[in-house]
């Protein structure tokens, strides 16, 4: 293996002090990174080092760790401190000394490595040979390359590495049929018309969701690009979306200006524009003609219309309550109740205000700032009369299901799929469904679910979080680990986006790579309970019995000293815990106690970690006790 840092030289030009500097933190970073993998390093040459392994595969896999750990270690760095690696490697005799090595195979590992991508790994086909269907990531052929003095160009190989264009956690090309509505610009006098302009954008984007044959970005993604500075050719290709409507609004009194136009993102194209110059009482036509320009200029069906105007008060007091809701927290989500209220008074039958207050009340209930009987009571009832009022409302059906969800997977499904015939490009929809879908034991159809969900919103951590958690049940370890090290490259801060690299690596037997896995939540995690919980499972994973089990002992103790019953956030995974390890004593008490308080859905039990139990009869009486608790029947 040869390795280099990109620009180094260029860098001792400019700054000789700070190059040196880097360089010391650079050889700090990967020398135990070698020894973890069993490599020897031979010796540095410049910027660089030469070193040899065992065998093929671990010289890749460190070769892998070599570049996360780097793209890692630059997330906290500023620009000017960030160090890009290349990585060689290739397979041959050598020739050795105590202090060197010398012969062909470490002369075409030098050339090779140049040939690497910044950040990135190339090694020749001799490695891929050797580990092909035994190394998680995907390696691409970069076909026959010419090195000097080298007669015969050997083919070479690349790691595709997860976070790159194509390694995402779910690869997906351009798609010229979809499409992300871009936040629309508040061109307002008013800077408090901002949520008018959100507003509309979310309108546009219920609108355009309309069009049959066109998928729509889902709103939480879209919104990141707000005043964003990225090219709209970026856009498209982070959104793997064909086509991106812009605009701008401005609100003065009763008048609204909206101007939008269609961009062809690839090319960087204009498709279409046009200018809407009127009153609120026409901003429902203005979105629906919208709708309708964009589906003739794809040449698509034209959108379902459906529902019935609202009066300009109305609408303002939604765009606003929508814009609270979505913030999420207990004082956001009582501002929202209050603004639906208050559209209610104005329009009792306003099908939106009522799903949306009816969301309102279950958020509270589930989060334990309302009584749960009183306050999911309140949300179906509510929910019920928004479909009573307008069946064609995708919201009213899903506010519908957040409510089953409770203690009807059933009925649940039934609500979640009208929704999304109404309206198939909504993400939340889809994940709710592939949770549901988890639940009834449709594990295969969840994860396809949960792809979709992905695919319509894929910035948010906790869609992402959802993805690798249904790649996990359905035991589909290579794109589990991409997906968690996609949610890493996203929130480098999460302790549960590192616990569960911890639940991989241990699960595959990778004791050192878990244990610096913990240490990272152990820095991020200030919860001494939450993290001997976690603690305790990885502990499981590796076989440590006597060591889960005293880490099990402890959390339940401390779990037992709090004011409050500890939810499943903060002690579920001892139940993991004790699966592993076989204590069946412990094991069934806890989780028929978690049961009863609902704090285990009607999937959880599907857990593979749980299998070693799977045989015991109180685990099917298990099953059976929490399927019955959510509806289903078999």
């Given at each position: 293996?040869?390795?280099?840092?990109?620009?180094?030289?260029?860098?001792?030009?400019?700054?000789?002090?700070?190059?040196?500097?880097?360089?010391?933190?650079?050889?700090?970073?990967?020398?135990?990174?070698?020894?973890?993998?069993?490599?020897?390093?031979?010796?540095?040459?410049?910027?660089?080092?030469?070193?040899?392994?065992p065998n093929a595969l671990e010289a890749v896999r460190c070769a892998y760790e070599i570049q996360?750990?780097?793209?890692?270690?630059?997330?906290?760095?500023?620009?000017?401190?960030?160090?890009?690696?290349?990585?060689?490697?290739?397979?041959?005799?050598?020739?050795?000394?105590?202090?060197?090595?010398?012969?062909?195979?470490?002369?075409?590992?030098?050339?090779?490595?140049?040939?690497?991508?910044?950040?990135?790994?190339?090694?020749?086909?001799?490695?891929?040979?050797?580990?092909?269907?035994?190394?998680?990531?995907?390696?691409?052929?970069?076909?026959?390359?010419?090195?000097?003095?080298?007669?015969?160009?050997?083919?070479?190989?690349?790691?595709?590495?997860?976070?790159?264009?194509?390694?995402?956690?779910?690869?997906?090309?351009?798609?010229?049929?979809?499409?992300?509505?871009?936040?629309?610009?508040?061109?307002?006098?008013?800077?408090?018309?901002?949520?008018?302009?959100?507003?509309?954008?979310?309108?546009?984007?219920?609108?355009?969701?309309?069009?049959?044959?066109?998928?729509?970005?889902?709103?939480?993604?879209?919104?990141?690009?707000?005043?964003?500075?990225?090219?709209?050719?970026?856009?498209?290709?982070?959104?793997?979306?064909?086509?991106?409507?812009?605009?701008?609004?401005?609100?003065?009194?009763?008048?609204?200006?909206?101007?939008?136009?269609?961009?062809?993102?690839?090319?960087?194209?204009?498709?279409?524009?046009?200018?809407?110059?009127?009153?609120?009482?026409?901003?429902?036509?203005?979105?629906?003609?919208?709708?309708?320009?964009?589906?003739?200029?794809?040449?698509?069906?034209?959108?379902?219309?459906?529902?019935?105007?609202?009066?300009?008060?109305?609408?303002?007091?939604?765009?606003?309550?929508?814009a609270l809701w979505a913030k999420i927290g207990r004082e956001a989500t009582e501002q929202a109740?209050?603004?639906?209220?208050?559209?209610?008074?104005?329009?009792?039958?306003?099908?939106?205000?009522?799903?949306?207050?009816?969301?309102?009340?279950?958020?509270?209930?589930?989060?334990?700032?309302?009584?749960?009987?009183?306050?999911?009571?309140?949300?179906?009832?509510?929910?019920?009369?928004?479909?009573?009022?307008?069946?064609?409302?995708?919201?009213a059906h899903v506010a519908m299901a957040n409510v089953m969800m409770r203690d009807n997977y059933?009925?649940?499904?039934?609500?979640?799929?009208?929704?999304?015939?109404?309206?198939?490009?909504?993400?939340?929809?889809?994940?709710?469904?592939?949770?549901?879908?988890?639940?009834?034991?449709?594990?295969?159809?969840?994860?396809?679910?949960?792809?979709?969900?992905?695919?319509?919103?894929?910035?948010?951590?906790?869609?992402?979080?959802?993805?690798?958690?249904?790649?996990?049940?359905?035991?589909?370890?290579?794109?589990?680990?991409?997906?968690?090290?996609?949610?890493?490259?996203?929130?480098?801060?999460?302790?549960?986006?590192?616990?569960?690299?911890?639940?991989?690596?241990?699960?595959?037997?990778?004791?050192?790579?878990?244990?610096?896995?913990?240490?990272?939540?152990?820095?991020?995690?200030?919860?001494?309970?939450?993290?001997?919980?976690?603690?305790?499972?990885?502990?499981?994973?590796?076989?440590?019995?006597?060591?889960?089990?005293?880490?099990?002992?402890?959390?339940?103790?401390?779990?037992?000293?709090?004011?409050?019953?500890?939810?499943?956030?903060?002690?579920?995974?001892?139940?993991?815990?004790?699966?592993?390890?076989?204590?069946?004593?412990?094991?069934?008490?806890?989780?028929?106690?978690?049961?009863?308080?609902?704090?285990?859905?009607?999937?959880?039990?599907?857990?593979?970690?749980?299998?070693?139990?799977?045989?015991?009869?109180?685990?099917?009486?298990?099953?059976?006790?929490?399927?019955?608790?959510?509806?289903?029947?078999?």
């Open positions: 293996m040869f390795t280099d840092i990109v620009g180094f030289t260029a860098l001792g030009q400019r700054d000789e002090a700070l190059s040196l500097e880097l360089l010391g933190e650079q050889r700090a970073m990967l020398r135990p990174i070698f020894e973890r993998h069993g490599g020897r390093e031979v010796k540095t040459m410049g910027d660089g080092f030469l070193v040899e392994f996360r750990t780097s793209r890692e270690a630059n997330f906290s760095r500023p620009s000017e401190r960030q160090v890009l690696l290349r990585v060689g490697v290739h397979l041959g005799d050598v020739v050795g000394t105590p202090d060197d090595i010398s012969g062909d195979a470490v002369n075409v590992a030098s050339r090779i490595e140049p040939l690497a991508e910044a950040g990135g790994v190339c090694i020749s086909r001799q490695v891929y040979d050797q580990v092909q269907n035994k190394f998680e990531l995907p390696m691409t052929s970069l076909g026959p390359k010419p090195l000097k003095n080298v007669s015969t160009p050997p083919e070479l190989f690349k790691v595709v590495m997860p976070w790159t264009e194509r390694g995402g956690a779910v690869p997906y090309a351009v798609d010229q049929n979809r499409i992300a509505i871009l936040p629309l610009a508040n061109f307002s006098p008013a800077a408090s018309d901002e949520y008018f302009a959100d507003g509309m954008t979310d309108e546009i984007i219920s609108a355009v969701s309309g069009i049959g044959g066109l998928s729509v970005i889902s709103r939480t993604s879209a919104m990141r690009y707000k005043q964003s500075s990225k090219s709209l050719p970026e856009i498209g290709r982070e959104l793997k979306a064909g086509k991106l409507l812009e605009g701008s609004v401005r609100k003065s009194g009763n008048r609204v200006r909206i101007t939008v136009q269609l961009i062809d993102a690839e090319r960087d194209s204009h498709l279409w524009s046009q200018s809407y110059d009127g009153s609120l009482d026409d901003v429902f036509e203005t979105q629906s003609d919208i709708a309708r320009k964009i589906a003739e200029a794809l040449k698509l069906p034209s959108p379902r219309v459906g529902g019935r105007a609202e009066s300009p008060e109305v609408h303002a007091l939604c765009l606003r309550a929508l109740k209050v603004l639906y209220e208050d559209a209610m008074k104005l329009d009792p039958e306003s099908a939106r205000a009522t799903a949306g207050l009816a969301d309102c009340y279950r958020d509270l209930a589930a989060a334990g700032y309302l009584d749960p009987d009183e306050g999911y009571g309140r949300a179906e009832s509510l929910a019920r009369r928004a479909i009573e009022l307008d069946g064609t409302l995708p919201e059933p009925g649940a499904e039934v609500e979640l799929k009208k929704a999304l015939a109404l309206n198939p490009s909504h993400a939340d929809a889809h994940e709710r469904y592939g949770y549901v879908l988890r639940g009834l034991g449709r594990l295969d159809e969840a994860l396809d679910e949960a792809k979709r969900a992905y695919e319509l919103d894929p910035l948010p951590s906790s869609r992402t979080w959802f993805l690798l958690i249904s790649y996990y049940f359905a035991d589909r370890y290579d794109e589990c680990l991409a997906a968690t090290t996609r949610l890493i490259e996203m929130e480098p801060a999460l302790s549960w986006a590192y616990f569960a690299r911890a639940v991989l690596n241990a699960t595959k037997g990778r004791r050192e790579d878990a244990y610096r896995d913990l240490r990272t939540i152990r820095r991020l995690e200030p919860d001494e309970m939450r993290y001997k919980s976690v603690q305790a499972r990885i502990e499981a994973h590796l076989g440590n019995k006597e060591e889960a089990s005293r880490l099990i002992d402890e959390t339940l103790a401390l779990a037992a000293a709090r004011d409050s019953p500890a939810t499943l956030g903060e002690i579920g995974q001892v139940s993991y815990a004790m699966a592993l390890i076989g204590d069946r004593e412990r094991f069934f008490p806890f989780v028929e106690d978690m049961i009863e308080r609902k704090v285990a859905g009607a999937g959880e039990l599907r857990d593979p970690s749980y299998r070693n139990m799977a045989a015991d009869p109180r685990f099917a009486d298990l099953l059976h006790k929490v399927r019955k608790s959510y509806g289903i029947s078999n």
